[in-house]
């Protein structure tokens, strides 16, 4: 049986396609790629309409309508998603802080899996904006152990931050 449908949607292209495309092409203000989408569903709904192909009389008819209705509903449904240009945004903007929150709970978060010395040196250098040499006598350590800590503990605050997935 598919292959007498598909028999009868060959025969049923080959005579009406070229003067549905033509009267298709005319409703889309010459707009050929869109009169191409429109003859090709009409004919793929002729397909799904099994009793259209075997009506011979009225094959032409239902066809030009259906590409007809195809059109309208196309710009209808263009119509209602016209874009409106403005000068102003309709909301604007707030700054809410939740990124700045949540970029908090992730350093936090990760801060927690370093070691107590490798939070110690960042809490010194990069919270509380100490220098090396303060950092080192703040925390009673050499400078070269507060620079070696800190590149250590950036690196592995980066590489908690990625496994938390806020690696950027």
Known sequence: MRTDTDALLR????EHAGALWAYVVGLTNGDRAQAQDVVQETFLRAWRNPQVLRSAGSARGWLFTVAKRIVIDEWRT??????????QLPEQPVADG???TLDRQLVFTAMRTLSVEHRAVLHECFFRGSSVAQAAESLGIPTGTVKSRSHYALRALRLALDELGAGR
Do not use: P
């Open 11 to 14: 025969a049923l292209h080959d």
């Open 78 to 87: 263009s119509r209602s998603r016209r874009e409106r240009v403005t000068e």
């Open 98 to 100: 939740v990124d700045h």
